[in-house]
Antibody
């Protein structure tokens, strides 16, 4: 079945870096845009970044632009989010999600990122 | 950025009752509106897209309506498994934005 599974979360100090991964299965990964969405503890959902199937088109939320980098490896059916210069306010569950026609129809279980000294 | 505003923040409802959740966009999103359900400790689940089309497997008791800037999600007869947080999301413009959520709790 269609599935995405995130990994790579953890505890990091402010200013540090972390790389999240998302393994996709059950669909032709290269045919789909992919996205990262986050949710701070007890808060709502915030879209973070978006990448086209070929990787040629990328969008970022203003809150992460210049600090986060989205990428993908279609040969490995994998999506990544390189997070640099992390801030306390980046603390959240990070979800990998598959967009279809603008809506997110497949979500992973999420991976927790905690930025704290 | 399009701001999505949901109301109310919390709804207290008895099982079997009908309930309506509202979502307002700060500018027109046409019908490019989706609704998601999120239960504690789980990822969001797509319920409605295109303002009124149910996603695969979503029970018929869920219905969406509206266009332009005003949208509603109606649950015709609340079941125990429907107590959750509901989010609206616009996909008309970048960045994609979500409402802050409406929590439907047991009365």
């Amino acid at each position: 079945q269609v599935q995405v599974v995130e990994s790579g979360g953890g505890l990091v100090k402010p200013g540090g870096s972390l790389r999240l991964s998302c393994a996709a299965s059950g669909f032709t990964f290269s045919d789909y845009y992919m996205s990262w969405i986050r949710q701070a503890p007890g808060k709502g959902l915030e879209w973070v970044s978006y990448i086209s199937g070929s990787g040629s088109t990328i969008y970022y939320a203003d809150s992460v632009k210049g600090r986060f980098t989205i990428s993908r490896d279609n040969a490995k059916n994998s999506l990544y989010l390189q997070m640099n210069s992390l801030r306390v306010e980046d603390t959240a569950v990070y979800y990998c999600a598959r967009p279809r026609a603008g809506v997110f129809d497949t979500w992973g279980q999420g991976t927790m990122v905690t930025v704290s000294s | 950025e399009i701001v999505m505003t949901q109301s109310p923040a919390t709804l207290s409802v008895s099982p079997g009752e009908r309930t309506t959740l509202s979502c307002r966009a700060s500018q027109s999103v046409s019908s490019n509106l989706a609704w998601y359900q999120q239960k504690p400790g789980q990822a969001p689940r797509l319920l409605i897209y295109g303002a009124s089309t149910r996603a695969t497997g979503v029970p018929a008791r869920f219905s969406g309506s509206g266009s332009v800037t005003e949208f509603t999600l109606t649950i015709s007869s609340l079941q125990s498994e429907d107590f959750a947080v509901y989010y609206c999301q616009q996909f008309h413009n970048w960045p994609r934005t979500f409402g802050q959520g409406t929590k439907v709790e047991i009365k």
